[in-house]
C-alpha cells in the first residue's frame, strides 16, 4: 500500500518531469482525502489541478512528442 511519503515522491518526480518540458501545473498536489477513504486499491490520490490553455497545449505536445519516439 503507497504511503504518503510514496504519494510525496511521485509528486516530485511528476513535477520535475513537467519542469523538463518547462510545464508548471501551479495546482498538482496530493489529494488528502483519499488517505482518510478506503479505495481499492489503497493508494493515494494526485490532483493534477486547472491549468490555462497555453499549460494544456504545451502539456499535450510533450505527450505527443513522448508517444511518437
Same mark, same amino acid.
Given at each position: 500500500? %503507497? $504511503?504518503?511519503?510514496? =504519494?510525496?515522491?511521485?509528486?516530485?518526480? /511528476?513535477?520535475?518531469?513537467?519542469?523538463?518540458?518547462?510545464? @508548471?501545473?501551479p495546482s498538482l498536489?496530493?489529494?488528502? %482525502? $483519499?488517505?482518510?477513504? =478506503?479505495?481499492?486499491?489503497?493508494?493515494? /490520490?494526485?490532483?493534477?489541478?486547472?491549468?490555462?490553455?497555453? @499549460?494544456?497545449?504545451?502539456?499535450?505536445?510533450?505527450?505527443?512528442?513522448?508517444?511518437?519516439?
Amino acid at each position: 500500500m %503507497p $504511503t504518503p511519503y510514496d =504519494t510525496t515522491l511521485c509528486l516530485e518526480e /511528476l513535477r520535475a518531469a513537467l519542469a523538463l518540458h518547462g510545464i @508548471t501545473l501551479p495546482s498538482l498536489r496530493m489529494d488528502l %482525502p $483519499t488517505f482518510a477513504a =478506503t479505495y481499492e486499491p489503497p493508494a493515494g /490520490l494526485i490532483t493534477l489541478g486547472n491549468c490555462n490553455t497555453a @499549460t494544456a497545449r504545451a502539456l499535450a505536445a510533450a505527450l505527443r512528442e513522448a508517444a511518437e519516439r
